[in-house]
């Protein structure tokens, strides 16, 4: 069984697609959709490695929010844009990494979830193997997160922890 619809924010798509593993949230989700200010995010550079990856995966999952975004004073725009197109769509969960916009949609009653959390997940449920190869990828292309927390998962997972000094 899938978890229903999930909006998702550009901080963990960044991070799928870099380890090659958008596919994953069709594993765990019955639909996938982004605000108009992540899609901008995504596919504003049309250089960058990723972005056919992107373009491909997210052409026909945004979503234009149609109330007015109140929250940018608080939080990026794309940030801001995805709690409001959750609320709009009723969704499942929120895909966000970032700790303020976060704890921000947590007092709001939304269902947060974080990439390490939904990687985690995505390996109980077999559809990606080892994590550790990943959690590598992520703090060598400077993907922001905590090597505590990534080490935390993987011991709970039954995998060798990562020593990694910055």
Same mark, same amino acid.
């Given at each position: 069984?899938? !978890? &229903?619809?999930?909006?998702?924010?550009?901080?963990?798509?960044?991070?799928?697609? +870099?380890?090659?593993?958008?596919?994953?949230?069709?594993?765990?989700?019955? !639909?996938?959709?982004?605000?108009?200010?992540?899609?901008?995010?995504?596919? /504003?550079? =049309?250089?960058?490695?990723?972005?056919?990856?992107? /373009? #491909?995966?997210?052409?026909?999952?945004?979503?234009?929010?149609?109330? $007015? #975004?109140?929250?940018?004073?608080?939080?990026?725009?794309? =940030?801001? =844009?995805? $709690?409001?197109? /959750?609320?709009?769509?009723?969704?499942?969960?929120?895909?966000?990494?970032?700790? *303020?916009?976060?704890?921000?949609?947590? #007092?709001?009653?939304? !269902?947060?979830? &974080?990439?390490? &959390?939904? $990687?985690?997940?995505?390996?109980? *449920?077999?559809?990606?193997? *080892? +994590?550790?190869?990943?959690?590598?990828?992520?703090?060598? !292309?400077?993907?922001?997160?905590?090597?505590?927390?990534? #080490? @935390?998962?993987?011991? @709970?997972?039954?995998?060798?922890?990562?020593?990694?000094?910055?």
């Amino acid at each position: 069984m899938k !978890n &229903g619809l999930v909006i998702a924010d550009s901080g963990p798509i960044f991070s799928l697609a +870099l380890i090659d593993k958008l596919d994953i949230l069709y594993g765990l989700f019955d !639909n996938i959709r982004i605000p108009q200010a992540v899609w901008k995010e995504i596919t /504003y550079d =049309e250089t960058k490695q990723d972005y056919l990856k992107l /373009y #491909n995966f997210f052409k026909d999952k945004t979503c234009q929010i149609s109330g $007015l #975004n109140e929250l940018t004073f608080v939080m990026d725009f794309g =940030e801001s =844009e995805s $709690l409001i197109l /959750y609320k709009e769509l009723q969704a499942d969960f929120l895909l966000i990494d970032d700790k *303020k916009a976060r704890k921000i949609a947590e #007092n709001l009653d939304i !269902n947060c979830i &974080g990439l390490i &959390g939904l $990687l985690s997940i995505a390996k109980d *449920k077999g559809l990606i193997g *080892k +994590l550790r190869p990943i959690f590598e990828t992520f703090l060598q !292309n400077k993907r922001f997160y905590s090597v505590d927390l990534l #080490n @935390a998962i993987l011991m @709970a997972k039954g995998e060798e922890i990562i020593s990694y000094k910055t």
